[in-house]
């Protein structure tokens, strides 16, 4: 076996010395040898020197062009090869040429075998049509060619199983049971693959658990897949089950649980696992890196990462450094993000878009178009993710001239087919209320994703065209391109719906959602339930909350908010007590937030018994703290004597060094003209030592 460049050229060197260069098998052995070490020259350099070339010559240089990624090579190799080679080329041939060519040169290729009847037994080249047509998604062909295939064999299963669509694969994977072929690792990677896009939980862990009861040995590759199917799921404990139980682990397998953590933002979990991993001695990839900065939340753990990065070597590597200009954002270190960026020449593209994000979400306006100047005039021009998030910043400033400059760049730079661009360009020109230049955009786009569909629809309505938004909704429902709406969609429609009072409708979307079953959806629910408080019909919300199962408190706090936001504090007052009841079964108790939000609705109606008789049920000491002092302040607005004493007595009761909370008693005393008592309160201040701050101002006398 030849293993190095040095033993090949000695065999080669040997070879002419020895009169043996004429040797077809030889001279075909030494390209093969060649193209093992990626030396595509010294092959062709060999292939060239040859008198006579046999079909195994010609595929052997094939092989080498192909294996080593020369596309273009392999395509005029194999032209030249038919002009010049009468025996013309074989299954073998057209194998290779399959692995490297585009779709409709690989549909000649299969043209041209049919024609010279290679097809027809050979299941070697068919297999090779087969990964060719799944690789290209024309899911089609391969069930064609594959039903018409006489013979069958575990390459061929396999390649259908992963060329299919989910259920189509595991539906092949039981054919392929039911006729007594026994799968390989490749086939069980291809079912878990499918499971893991199927979006069936239950599915995919029967398929889990059949592999287990057949006794089938899964090595590190498909145990990683299964720890990436119940990531994907979300279901980490399975994952992490799956994890320990490994008998041998690569750098994959920890990459997978980590990001997997990241992706339920387990941050705590991740950081643990991370700290695991550099315990075990085990090799810390910068995949792995980036899944452990992406989980640091404190700028202490960034600032300990960014060190080991250095450490490490990994300073100059674009994603772990995108990740730490992130981090570094994320907890408010803009600085650090901008040295990260450009500090010893790492201003990759990736990390100057990432810095931009940061400069945008942290309303770094004055920063981002700076930096946006430098990536549009510094010689590498924007990409699709640099123009997103330059549009998101001219849509935050309401910025048309911006805007407008952003959409000449990308049509100057053929970016308007991107779904992501053209999506955030409507958003642009929807938010500046040009719906015109938006509809006529929208019209020309040649691919357009649910983002783009629902970007119009909240448009249309927050630009005061309800029937325009209602329009485009049933058109998308129409629409026969596999697109279906989804939560955003729906809370789209929902507001349109919530601003023009149609009853119809109202109900319509409500039914839609349920059917649709997004009812459920946190942000579906809480605007269906503004939607029936605008509109008055009070039943109607009460309804979305009873037919809501899941236990989150967002949309009983938008029912008590819009109830609020509409002057009707004693139905606030009865949703609150039912969430209560209700959560408080599940022992998930609301937050003090939720107790105090009432408080403050009932004060600022004036309704000051109320929320004193409310005050009186609250359970948690935080909300006690805030209820009663708040109670006191509006008491003394109010000038009601008899309850501010008693909320006095109460918040002192719990916090009695506050001066704040003194000095309102003490004025509620004096406006009622009680300075005997007024004075008590100051002389108590005086023998605890409370002093009252006093009041300031920036403008010196």
Request: glycine share 8%; aromatic share 8%; with cysteine.
């Amino acid at each position: 076996m030849l293993d190095s460049s040095s033993s090949v050229d000695s065999v080669h060197a040997h070879i002419a010395k020895s009169g043996l260069h004429g040797d077809v098998i030889i001279q075909t052995s030494l390209i093969v040898a060649h193209s093992n070490r990626s030396d595509v020259d010294s092959a062709r350099a060999v292939f060239d020197s040859m008198t006579h070339r046999d079909v195994a010559a010609w595929n052997a240089m094939l092989s080498a062009y192909s294996r080593n990624g020369c596309v273009n090579q392999t395509v005029s190799l194999f032209r030249r090869m038919i002009v010049v080679f009468r025996e013309g080329p074989n299954s073998r041939t057209l194998s290779i040429l399959l692995g490297v060519c585009e779709y409709r040169l690989g549909k000649c290729v299969h043209a041209y075998a049919r024609r010279r009847g290679i097809v027809d037994g050979d299941v070697f080249f068919c297999n090779s049509l087969l990964v060719f047509y799944g690789r290209c998604g024309d899911v089609a062909a391969s069930e064609a060619l594959f039903s018409t295939m006489g013979r069958r064999d575990l390459v061929s299963w396999n390649a259908m199983v992963s060329s299919l669509s989910s259920v189509e694969a595991l539906e092949t994977f039981r054919l392929m049971r039911v006729e007594g072929v026994r799968p390989d690792i490749i086939t069980v990677e291809g079912v878990v693959h499918a499971c893991t896009r199927l979006g069936d939980l239950s599915v995919s862990e029967s398929v889990h658990g059949l592999l287990v009861r057949s006794g089938f040995p899964l090595d590190v590759y498909v145990e990683n897949s299964l720890i990436l199917m119940y990531c994907r799921y979300g279901v980490l404990e399975s994952g992490r089950r799956l994890f320990d139980a490994m008998r041998v682990r690569n750098s994959v397998s920890w990459n997978i649980l980590l990001n997997g953590y990241v992706r339920v933002f387990d941050f705590e979990e991740a950081w643990k696992l991370f700290r695991w991993m550099r315990g075990d001695d085990f090799d810390v990839s910068s995949e792995a890196l980036v899944s452990a900065i992406q989980a640091a939340k404190l700028s202490s753990l960034v600032g300990s990462l960014h060190c080991l990065v250095i450490v490490m070597g990994f300073t100059h590597d674009a994603f772990v450094n995108s990740a730490l200009v992130s981090a570094y954002g994320e907890v408010g270190l803009i600085g650090m993000s901008r040295k990260c960026c450009f500090d010893e020449g790492n201003a990759h593209t990736v990390s100057q878009n990432t810095l931009l994000s940061v400069f945008v979400q942290n309303g770094h306006t004055h920063e981002a178009l700076e930096l946006l100047g430098k990536i549009f005039f510094g010689g590498r021009g924007c990409d699709s993710f640099a123009l997103v998030q330059a549009l998101t910043l001219s849509t935050e400033l309401e910025d048309l001239v911006l805007g407008k400059a952003i959409h000449g760049y990308v049509i100057r730079t053929y970016l308007e087919s991107n779904v992501y661009v053209g999506s955030s360009l409507l958003e642009m020109y929807a938010s500046c209320g040009q719906l015109r230049n938006a509809c006529v955009l929208f019209s020309k786009m040649p691919r357009k994703n649910i983002v783009a569909w629902n970007t119009m629809i909240s448009g249309c309505s927050r630009n005061g065209y309800p029937h325009s938004s209602l329009s485009l909704f049933h058109l998308l429902q129409n629409q026969d391109n596999g697109l279906e709406p989804d939560a955003m969609t729906v809370v789209g429609v929902i507001d349109a719906i919530s601003h023009s009072g149609f009853d119809r409708e109202a109900k319509y979307i409500h039914e839609y959602a349920i059917r649709a079953a997004l009812h459920e959806d946190e942000y579906v629910s809480s605007s269906l339930i503004a939607m029936y408080i605008n509109m008055g019909n009070i039943d109607g919300a009460i309804t979305v909350l009873d037919k809501s199962s899941k236990l989150s408190t967002v949309p009983w706090n938008t029912m008590i908010a819009e109830c609020a936001h509409h002057g009707l504090p004693s139905e606030a007052i009865s949703v609150f007590n039912y969430v209560d009841i209700m959560i408080s079964e599940y022992s998930l108790p609301l937050k003090a937030e939720h107790y105090a939000s009432i408080v403050d609705l009932l004060l600022a109606r004036g309704l000051i018994k109320e929320a004193f008789e409310f005050l009186k049920q609250m359970p948690t000491v935080v909300a006690q703290k805030c209820g009663w002092g708040a109670l006191l302040g509006a008491c003394r607005a109010h000038g009601d004597l008899e309850v501010g004493l008693t909320a006095a007595e109460k918040v002192l009761e719990l916090e009695g060094l506050h001066c704040g909370y003194n000095v309102l008693l003490s004025n509620l005393y004096a406006e009622q003209e009680k300075w005997m008592d007024a004075s008590v309160v100051r002389r108590h201040l005086g023998e605890l030592g409370i002093k009252k701050i006093s009041g300031w101002s920036m403008v010196d006398g």
